[in-house]
């Protein structure tokens, strides 16, 4: 791997790990099939290629991100607003 992409992928991998601290199925899970899938593609060489995996682990960061924002937001939607008022 090459040396500008390798720091990519362990900032990839630090803020997966990050983010999975509070994935719904609990962080063990998340962490199990985080270091699944980037054991899987260990031995992947080409930079190209490992830019399409990084880039598609920046979509997966944002999707996280997503999920969480929308909990959060059903969350203070419930404390404040009557359930009823529908």
């Not at 790990?17 to 962490?31: C, D, M, V, W």
């Not at 995996?53 to 203070?76: P, S």
């Amino acid at each position: 791997m090459a040396n500008p992409l390798r720091g990519e992928v362990i900032r990839l991998y630090k803020t997966l790990l990050y983010l999975g601290r509070e994935y719904p199925k609990g962080s063990a899970y998340f962490k199990e099939r985080l270091k699944s899938a980037f054991l899987k593609n260990q031995d992947v060489t080409d930079p190209e290629k490992i830019q399409k995996l990084v880039d598609r682990g920046q979509f997966v960061i944002k999707e996280l991100e997503a999920l969480y924002f929308l909990r959060k937001y059903r969350a203070m939607k419930k404390r404040y607003y009557d359930p009823e008022e529908k």
